[in-house]
């Protein structure tokens, strides 16, 4: 059982939006067109409190960017994005969202952040997907979605880690790319063992 997750495909990563991600709207119809290819479909949101220890005004003079230590590790101060329930946080207006088996949202405890669809930021506070996947008897994940260096590298990563075969689509994601993120994300899902597709592979 196969099935595609698709991360993060929101108004706030798309052109126009608060944390804008270059092209991140080319890759919603052909998301759409593959949705029935698969046993299963899951949506990730990112749903963040007003106020979340990501985002940069919570943080006296510190500015979107800069990296501060955090209880979990270094973070990445980003500007206010996805606020639960803002027309920045919807789901990008041509996603097929009525396809989805699943919508997993992350990134709601205001003090963590939460990249990757299966654990928190601190690495250890599963969102409950893994079961979900498991109980579902899915073996293997196509990832595609927003952005390429951050909520696709991370969830790739921990889904290779928990013993999935995934994949990501490259060609149906965009990034960042902050300080040659894209670069050490390609890297690190590699050698984490996560096949990196570029169309059909
Ligand atoms: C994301 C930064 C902050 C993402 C989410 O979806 O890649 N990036 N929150
Ligand atoms: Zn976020």
Same mark, same amino acid.
């Given at each position: ?75 990445? @101060?980003?500007? &206010?994005? #996805? !606020? ?5 946080? %919807?789901?990008?207006? $041509? ?14 405890r205001?003090e963590i ?7 928190e ?24 979605? @927003?952005?390429? &260096?951050? #909520? !696709? ?5 921990? %889904?290779?880690?928990? $013993? ?38």
């Amino acid at each position: 059982m196969h099935a595609w997750i698709v991360i993060d495909v929101q108004n706030d990563f798309c052109p126009g939006g608060a944390l804008a991600v270059p092209g991140g709207d080319e890759i919603v119809a052909p998301i759409n067109a593959l949705m029935s290819k698969f046993d299963a479909v899951v949506l990730t949101q990112d749903w963040h409190p007003s106020g979340h220890s990501s985002f940069a005004t919570s943080h006296d003079g510190k500015s979107p960017y800069e990296v501060i230590e955090m209880p979990y590790g270094p973070q990445v @101060l980003w500007p &206010d994005h #996805c !606020v639960q329930g803002n027309d920045g946080a %919807a789901f990008h207006a $041509g996603l097929d969202v009525d396809r989805a088996d699943l919508i997993i949202r992350k990134g709601f405890r205001p003090e963590i952040d939460s990249y990757s669809a299966f654990f928190e930021n601190d690495q250890s506070t599963p969102t409950g997907l893994d079961g979900y996947l498991r109980s579902r008897g899915i073996s293997e994940l196509t990832l595609v979605g @927003l952005a390429t &260096d951050f #909520c !696709v590298n991370f969830s790739a990563v921990d %889904a290779a880690r928990l $013993g999935f075969k995934t994949n990501v689509r490259m060609d149906l994601c965009r990034a960042i790319d902050l300080d040659g993120s894209l670069a050490a994300a390609q890297s690190g899902m590699t050698q984490a063992g996560v096949t990196l597709l570029n169309g059909h592979g």
